[in-house]
C-alpha cells in the first residue's frame, strides 16, 4: 500500500508565481491536512479537507492561499503570488473515514523556496 | 489551547548510550501525545502514541515515553542508540477525544545525533 504521495519534492517559484502542491492520500482515505515547517518550526496545522468540503481552514492564512479535494484526484494546496515568507516546507496528511481523527499518515513534504 | 515544548533543540549521544529526548505539554483537555520521527527527505513516521490508556508507552524501534501527568511530560527513550535512530524528533499534543482532535500541534523538534 502506497504511502501519502506528494509532488512535487521541491519547488523553486520567484516572487509573485503561483506555487500548486499536490497530494495524494493513501488508498482508501478520504481526509486530507495540510501543515507547514517554517525554518526551525513545528509543523503548524493549515486545513481539513473532505472529499469536496473544506471541514476547517482555520489555519490558513487569510490571503493568497487555498486548498481543495476534488472528487477526483489529489489534494491541491494553491499559493498565489508567493512571497519570500511563503518558503516552508509544506506537509500532507491523510486518514481514513471513521477513523480517529489524530492518526494521520505524513507524506514526505514539499520543500517551496521562493528566490 | 494546548501546546509542547521540547526542551532540547539538539541531543547528540554516542552509539549504545542510552536517548532521552524531553517534552512537556500543555493543554486544557486530557490529551494525547505522539512522537513522529522524520528522517532526511523523509516524511513523519509514527512512533508511539498515548491515548488515556497505560502511562507507559512502547513504540517501533525500542523507543518508549511515559505520560506522567503531575509533570506534564512525555518524555521519550531509549536504552541504546543505533546510528539508524540519528533524525529529527516531533512532540506531538491534541485533544484526546472530541472535536478537532485532528488539529496536531507539534513542537519544534530534537535533532538527534548519534556518533560512533
Known amino acids: 500500500n502506497a504511502g501519502v504521495m506528494q509532488n512535487p519534492r521541491h519547488l523553486v517559484r520567484r516572487r509573485g508565481q503561483e506555487a500548486r502542491l499536490r497530494c495524494s492520500p493513501m488508498?482508501?482515505?478520504?481526509?486530507v491536512y495540510w501543515y507547514r515547517q517554517l525554518p526551525e518550526e513545528g509543523l503548524k496545522f493549515m486545513v481539513y479537507l473532505q472529499k469536496e468540503n473544506i471541514i476547517d481552514e482555520s489555519g490558513m492564512p487569510k490571503e493568497r492561499f487555498s486548498a481543495e479535494f476534488p472528487k477526483e484526484g489529489p489534494s491541491i494546496l494553491r499559493i498565489q503570488q508567493v512571497v519570500r515568507g511563503d518558503s516552508a516546507a509544506y506537509f500532507c496528511?491523510?486518514?481514513?473515514?471513521?477513523?480517529?481523527?489524530?492518526?494521520?499518515?505524513f507524506g514526505p513534504g514539499t520543500r517551496l523556496t521562493v528566490t | 489551547a494546548q501546546s509542547v515544548t521540547q526542551l532540547d533543540s539538539h541531543v547528540s549521544v554516542s552509539e549504545g548510550t542510552p536517548v532521552l529526548l524531553r517534552c512537556n505539554y500543555s493543554?486544557?483537555?486530557?490529551?494525547?501525545l505522539f512522537w513522529y520521527v522524520q528522517h532526511p527527505n523523509k516524511g513523519l513516521q509514527l512512533l508511539l502514541k498515548?491515548?488515556?490508556?497505560?502511562?507507559l508507552v512502547k513504540g517501533i524501534n525500542g523507543f518508549e515515553a511515559e505520560f506522567k501527568k503531575s509533570e506534564t511530560s512525555f518524555h521519550l527513550t531509549k536504552p541504546s542508540a543505533h546510528m539508524s535512530d540519528a533524525a529529527e524528533y516531533f512532540c506531538?499534543?491534541?485533544?484526546?477525544?472530541?472535536?478537532?482532535?485532528?488539529?496536531?500541534?507539534f513542537g519544534k523538534g530534537t535533532l538527534l545525533t548519534v556518533n560512533p
Open positions: 488508498k482508501g482515505h478520504s481526509h
Open positions: 496528511a491523510s486518514s481514513p473515514p471513521g477513523g480517529l481523527g489524530y492518526e494521520q499518515y
Open positions: 493543554s486544557s483537555y486530557s490529551p494525547s
Open positions: 498515548y491515548t488515556s490508556a497505560a502511562t
Open positions: 506531538v499534543v491534541t485533544k484526546g477525544s472530541g472535536g478537532s482532535n485532528y488539529k496536531l500541534t
